[in-house]
């Protein structure tokens, strides 16, 4: 009301200024990774699984310290690696010791990204395997100097 503009206008206005320059505005919920969205997950993992950047790269363009982007895509990792083993949701939360909510969440983003990627996907679900190796290509700790 500050403004006299609608919250769902203030929110138009955010994604777009996002989509436009292709980054995120510090928001209590993107800073701290609140809420049910993966934003900072998502971004994360596309550009260290489908662009190859490498960690450092990463940290450099999200502004996350390299034990976030590790912890995000060893998650995730953790949660492909159960998946293909055909556990369910409440088992990889309980395998790998993250909450039913984010494993579901990640699960989305696999189903999603095996959606972008149809090439992957023949005879089962090889493209997990894809993403695993994608990811243990990507992936190295940063060297201290």
């Not at 395998?95 to 189903?111: D, G, N």
């Not at 996907?121 to 090889?126: A, D, H, R, T, V």
């Not at 994608?134 to 190295?140: A, F, G, H, V, Y």
Request: some cysteine.
């Amino acid at each position: 009301m500050l403004l006299k503009i609608s919250p769902s206008t203030v929110s138009t206005y955010v994604r777009q200024w996002e989509k436009d320059h292709q980054s995120q505005l510090p928001r209590r919920g993107t800073i701290h990774d609140m809420g049910p969205t993966l934003t900072h997950k998502r971004q994360i993992l596309e550009k260290l699984i489908f662009e190859g950047k490498s960690v450092s790269v990463v940290c450099e363009e999200t502004h996350h310290s390299p034990e976030a982007v590790l912890r995000y895509s060893t998650n995730f990792k953790q949660v492909l690696l159960c998946r293909r083993k055909n556990l369910a949701s409440a088992d990889i939360a309980f395998a790998t010791k993250l909450s039913l909510r984010l494993v579901e969440e990640y699960q989305r983003l696999i189903e999603e990204y095996g959606k972008k990627h149809p090439q992957w996907e023949c005879n089962g679900q090889p493209w997990l395997d894809e993403l695993i190796d994608k990811l243990e290509k990507t992936i190295q700790t940063p060297k201290s100097n």
